[in-house]
T-cell receptor
Framework: QKEVEQDPGPLSVPEGAIVSLNCTYS??????FMWYRQYSRKGPELLMYTYSSGNKEDGRFTAQVDKSSKYISLFIRDSQPSDSATYLC??????????????FGKGTKLSVIP | SAVISQKPSRDICQRGTSLTIQCQVDSQVTMMFWYRQQPGQSLTLIATANQGSEATYESGFVIDKFPISRPNLTFSTLTVSNMSPEDSSIYLC??????????FGPGTRLTVT
């Protein structure tokens, strides 16, 4: 079993839809949970991070973490064509010497159709 | 967040040659990381590069194949040595300012023929 599982999609939705992106994980040592957005031919861009179970909201984006179920989600409300990108979940655990190591999901490719 | 640039942005190289990728940050950072992103795969950490110490390589990656330099707190290089077509990938550097957050450069798209 991989440490982080993410449905690669692709996912295609109409403009204005609510999008739900999900990841599951198996490593209880993960402490921080992040979502990155990656546009084509660009580097990943940190979208949101959280470290506790519950919801964190930022504009149209909501990150949800359920540590008991080892499950994280990203919700996008009122999706826009500009949201079309690959979304990667990432989780970090302390790896020693003051460093945290990130483990990524494979990414979900989202297309928002006008 | 830091602004990160990488050079070259893309390159096509012949089998058996080497390519050095540069990563420049606009502020001093303690930790820099090098990743590989292959199509359909997760980002895979190659090594962690801290200034003033040897790079720490992840399982499956060795210094002879991917030598790394970190001469100061704003710059690092990754060399892909003796390349084969299997090395075709996107190579990304990232930096960390609060340990658990990492910020990525735009990537170097490498094709080996």
């Amino acid at each position: 079993q991989k440490e982080v599982e993410q449905d690669p999609g692709p996912l295609s939705v109409p403009e204005g839809a609510i999008v739900s992106l999900n990841c599951t994980y198996s490593n209880s040592a993960f402490q921080y949970f992040m979502w990155y957005r990656q546009y084509s031919r660009k580097g990943p861009e940190l979208l949101m991070y959280t470290y506790s179970s519950g919801n964190k909201e930022d504009g149209r984006f909501t990150a949800q973490v359920d540590k008991s179920s080892k499950y994280i989600s990203l919700f996008i409300r009122d999706s826009q064509p500009s949201d079309s990108a690959t979304y990667l979940c990432a989780m970090s655990a302390y790896s020693g010497a003051g460093s945290y190591q990130l483990t990524f999901g494979k990414g979900t490719k989202l297309s928002v159709i006008p | 967040s830091a602004v990160i640039s990488q050079k070259p942005s893309r390159d096509i190289c012949q089998r058996g040659t080497s390519l050095t990728i540069q990563c420049q940050v606009d502020s001093q950072v303690t930790m820099m990381f090098w990743y590989r992103q292959q199509p359909g795969q997760s980002l895979t950490l190659i090594a962690t590069a801290n200034q003033g110490s040897e790079a720490t390589y992840e399982s499956g990656f060795v210094i002879d194949k991917f030598p790394i330099s970190r001469p100061n707190l704003t710059f690092s290089t990754l060399t892909v040595s003796n390349m084969s077509p299997e090395d075709s990938s996107i190579y990304l550097c990232s930096v960390s300012d609060r340990n658990y957050e990492q910020y990525f450069g735009p990537g170097t798209r490498l094709t080996v023929t």
